[in-house]
């Protein structure tokens, strides 16, 4: 394929409904992949993007970044892929390469002046803007796909290349394992994940929920507890009983109330994304010794690891998968929080 036209779904303003359209995808470069998109799916960060949520976006928008297909043609000079390798994108598809951050495989951190070039709704080193997975076909460089292992079929692999490493980096950083206490805030896309990967880790779960209205499903996917946080006594009751909290919320918190859920020197990691500020008072942190961090998706080493990691252990995500003509019922259904867990897009109804 060389720079022609692909379909694809693509939101023409702002808050506008995605419609079918063709987009063009750029010449075959030498280290460059073509990939036959299989699935894609619904991060609820594409919702916010479509929206304007976290500033100005650039229009028409093609989102996507949990990417899952074949490899259909290869650069002259690629090494790492070949045709017919199942292969995944997340949420990035370049960085500068050279920066320190690049060079210990944090891409995502790329200070470089490129800096991390998203998959979609960014400017990619061509001048030309990127446009993500809710498409047939993708051209990136073979640095930025990642290998599917055997074992995890594409459509429950697509959400693993964010939710996935999105909630992995942090419970491997944070040290999740035998003899750990994990607290999960959510059971959406992100958090449905944390609960399969810390309980794979070896570390004892607890979902907290607004409500115990998904506590079957918690418990399934591998959690010991389930807790209610709209009951008063749910905070009482685990007062400094965690050693790691994952906040997968996209909503403000009461930040203070979470961090009083800690043990001493346990930690607060935010991979949710809301639109509004999150406050807490200081002694919430200098009590307890307690932390809050930060964690933003993964580099591109670590990625592969989380990925390896799901295979050997049996883990993919809980899917619904939809038509490219349910998009944007599948949009508004995740706003409504009706969903178990990811809509991926089967991108052969397009």
Not at 73 to 94: L, P
Request: glycine share 12%.
């Amino acid at each position: 394929m060389t720079h022609t036209s692909v379909t694809a779904y693509a939101a023409p303003a702002p808050k506008a409904p995605l419609e079918r359209t063709t987009i063009p995808r750029r010449e075959l470069g030498a280290h460059d992949i073509e990939i036959d998109i299989k699935y894609a799916g619904i991060c609820h960060s594409d919702i916010h993007q479509v929206d304007n949520g976290w500033g100005e976006g650039i229009f028409p928008m093609v989102p996507g970044h949990e990417i899952a297909g074949v490899v259909s043609a290869v650069g002259s000079e690629v090494t790492r892929h070949k045709v017919g390798d199942r292969v995944g994108v997340g949420c990035m598809v370049d960085s500068c390469r050279e920066c320190d951050n690049c060079k210990a495989g944090l891409e995502q951190h790329c200070t470089g002046e490129l800096g991390n070039v998203q998959t979609y709704n960014a400017i990619g080193r061509d001048g030309e803007p990127t446009y993500g997975g809710y498409s047939t076909h993708v051209v990136v460089s073979e640095d930025f796909a990642l290998r599917i292992p055997e074992g995890v079929s594409l459509d429950v692999a697509a959400p693993l290349l964010c939710a996935g490493i999105t909630v992995y980096s942090p419970l491997s950083r944070w040290g999740a394992g035998p003899g750990k206490k994990v607290a999960v805030v959510g059971l959406g896309g992100l958090g449905h994940m944390a609960v399969k990967i810390a309980h794979a880790m070896g570390a004892e779960v607890t979902v907290l929920s607004q409500s115990l209205r998904k506590k079957e499903d918690g418990l399934k996917l591998g959690a010991s507890d389930y807790r209610a946080t709209s009951d008063p006594a749910t905070f009482q009751e685990l007062a400094g009983r965690f050693d790691l909290i994952i906040n997968t919320v996209s909503a403000n918190l009461d930040v203070d109330a979470y961090l009083s859920l800690l043990r001493v020197h346990g930690t607060l990691v935010q991979v949710g994304a809301p639109e509004e500020r999150l406050s807490l008072s200081p002694f919430s942190v200098l009590g307890g010794s307690r932390a809050m961090a930060g964690s933003m998706i993964g580099g591109i080493p670590e990625t592969q690891e989380m990925l390896d990691f799901c295979a050997a252990h049996g883990i993919g995500a809980e899917i619904e998968v939809i038509s490219a003509e349910e998009i944007n019922d599948a949009y508004r259904r995740v706003q409504a929080s009706d969903v178990r867990y990811r809509f991926v897009i089967d991108t052969s109804t397009m």
